[in-house]
Every structure is written in C-alpha cells, then in structure tokens.
C-alpha cells in the first residue's frame, strides 16, 4: 500500500538543542497509527514540523507523495492535513453546529461562512458530524458552554468536516475523564476506518483500545515501533522508560 506521509531524517534544532534527531516514520495511507513518548520526545514538534508551523534544520517530509519541507501551516491545511492541538480550539462565541460549518470544506472564512445560506448536501454533512461527535442534542447551544471533553469532540467535529486526507491528534484525551477517554476511544476508531491517522498519547489504557501499531519515540528519534505487545517488550523500552520494567506498567 502507498505511504501517505513520510518523515525522512528530520532534525530540528532549538536555541542549540536538538529536539528531532534524524526522525523516520512512514504511515501508509488509510493506516491509525498511535505515537508514545513522554514528555520531551519530539512528538509535538513532529506535528509541528509536518503542518508546517515550524520548518526543519534539515530532512524531507513527503505527504500525499509531494514534499511538502517547510510548507507553510495554511498551505498544508488546504492540502489536506487536518490538526488537533492539545487544548481544543473552537469558536467559543458561535453555536456548536456552527463550529461545524465555518470548517466545512469550500468556505473562505469565518465571516462568509456565517453569512452563507447552507446548501442541503451542507446540512446533511453538519448534521452527520454532530451526530458522530455526539453532540446533536447540543447544536444550538454556545460552545462555551460545553464542557472540556465535549469541546475536544467538537474540535475533532471541525476537523472532520473539512474531508483531510491526513489527520493528526495531539493527546485528544488531554484533561478527560475516564468515560471520555472512552467515548474518544470509539470515536477514533469509527474515524479511522475512512481516513489516515497519526494519533500522539501517553495514557496506556486509552492506546491499547485503539492501537494497531505503534511507534515508540525518545530523544527526538524512534526506538521501536509494531504491537502493543511487541512495544511493550521491547528492551530498549523498557530500559529507557521505566528501568527494567514493563510499559505496561505504566
């Protein structure tokens, strides 16, 4: 199958410190793959790097198989790249359904889409989503008024809807409860059977309900990568994160 991203030797320095050392991962397109660390590993920066917030001291990033290196965020965005930072952001001010529609793809900006007369294909689109994110019986209210884990649904809602071809979610359990991680858990399993997927986290409990593979990363480079199982008893995992005890541990 075609790799849908590929991240070659990517290194990015900071103020004299390397935070990506000669970075390689590869995800075939239509692939869920989940990407663990802790703290420091690289992996927000990796996310930074291929949406093009930031641009790489040197290596390649191939998406969609065109090298996109140092692409502006704009530019990534339009060409399908779809972002979920760790604190959600959502227009805190306007209705949750119309969240959902100032993303929905052909729109030009917040304002217009406000002032734009839905089509029925676009409400139809609006309604599926809210219905995924299940946040239907919450579409008129303001998003302010949802609760954390409900504004991480609808963060993912707005992604969504803007059909990428690549999505990317940093720690989307981040500040969860338990039945949210849950629920999330589901949500991104339902997402990833129509669209390819690089999902970071740390929380153990919430990777093994959705992971299928998964890349391990520690000073700014991968040091394992395959099951659950296999990551968990990998040596240098277990050596470098917790001594000489077991990931799942954790």
């Given at each position: 199958?075609?790799?849908?991203?590929?991240?070659?030797?990517?290194?990015?320095?900071?103020?004299?410190?390397?935070?990506?050392?000669?970075?390689?991962?590869a995800l075939e397109e239509g692939e869920m793959r989940v990407v663990l660390g802790p703290?420091?590993?690289?992996?927000?920066?990796?996310?930074?790097?291929?949406?093009?917030?930031?641009?790489?001291?040197?290596?390649?990033?191939?998406?969609?198989?065109?090298?996109?290196?140092?692409?502006?965020?704009?530019?990534?965005?339009?060409?399908?790249?779809?972002?979920?930072?760790?604190?959600?952001?959502?227009?805190?001010?306007?209705?949750?359904?119309?969240?959902?529609?100032?993303?929905?793809?052909?729109?030009?900006?917040?304002?217009?889409?406000?002032?734009?007369?839905?089509?029925?294909?676009?409400?139809?689109?609006?309604?599926?989503?809210?219905?995924?994110?299940?946040?239907?019986?919450?579409?008129?209210?303001?998003?302010?008024?949802?609760?954390?884990?409900?504004?991480?649904?609808?963060?993912?809602?707005?992604?969504?809807?803007?059909?990428?071809?690549?999505?990317?979610?940093?720690?989307?359990?981040?500040?969860?409860?338990?039945?949210?991680?849950?629920?999330?858990?589901?949500?991104?399993?339902?997402?990833?059977?129509?669209?390819?997927?690089?999902?970071?986290?740390?929380?153990?409990?919430?990777?093994?309900?959705?992971?299928?593979?998964?890349?391990?990363?520690?000073?700014?480079?991968?040091?394992?990568?395959?099951?659950?199982?296999?990551?968990?008893?990998?040596?240098?995992?277990?050596?470098?994160?917790?001594?000489?005890?077991?990931?799942?541990?954790?």
């Amino acid at each position: 199958m075609a790799h849908i991203l590929q991240v070659e030797n990517l290194v990015t320095k900071v103020s004299g410190y390397t935070i990506l050392n000669g970075l390689n991962l590869a995800l075939e397109e239509g692939e869920m793959r989940v990407v663990l660390g802790p703290n420091g590993a690289g992996k927000t920066t990796m996310i930074d790097m291929i949406t093009g917030r930031y641009k790489p001291h040197s290596g390649k990033i191939i998406f969609n198989g065109r090298n996109i290196t140092g692409y502006p965020a704009h530019k990534t965005y339009a060409m399908g790249i779809g972002r979920k930072f760790q604190v959600p952001t959502v227009y805190l001010s306007l209705k949750v359904y119309e969240n959902i529609m100032v993303c929905a793809k052909g729109h030009r900006s917040v304002f217009g889409s406000l002032l734009h007369r839905p089509s029925r294909g676009d409400q139809e689109r609006i309604a599926d989503i809210l219905q995924l994110i299940g946040l239907e019986d919450k579409a008129e209210m303001d998003a302010g008024s949802l609760s954390h884990g409900e504004r991480q649904w609808l963060e993912i809602g707005m992604l969504v809807v803007s059909s990428p071809k690549l999505l990317l979610l940093d720690e989307p359990t981040t500040g969860m409860t338990v039945a949210g991680k849950t629920k999330t858990a589901q949500l991104i399993k339902t997402i990833a059977k129509q669209h390819s997927m690089l999902v970071v986290e740390h929380d153990m409990h919430f990777i093994r309900q959705i992971a299928n593979k998964i890349t391990v990363m520690h000073q700014g480079r991968v040091i394992a990568e395959g099951t659950m199982n296999e990551v968990e008893n990998d040596p240098k995992v277990k050596e470098i994160y917790l001594g000489k005890g077991a990931i799942s541990n954790a």
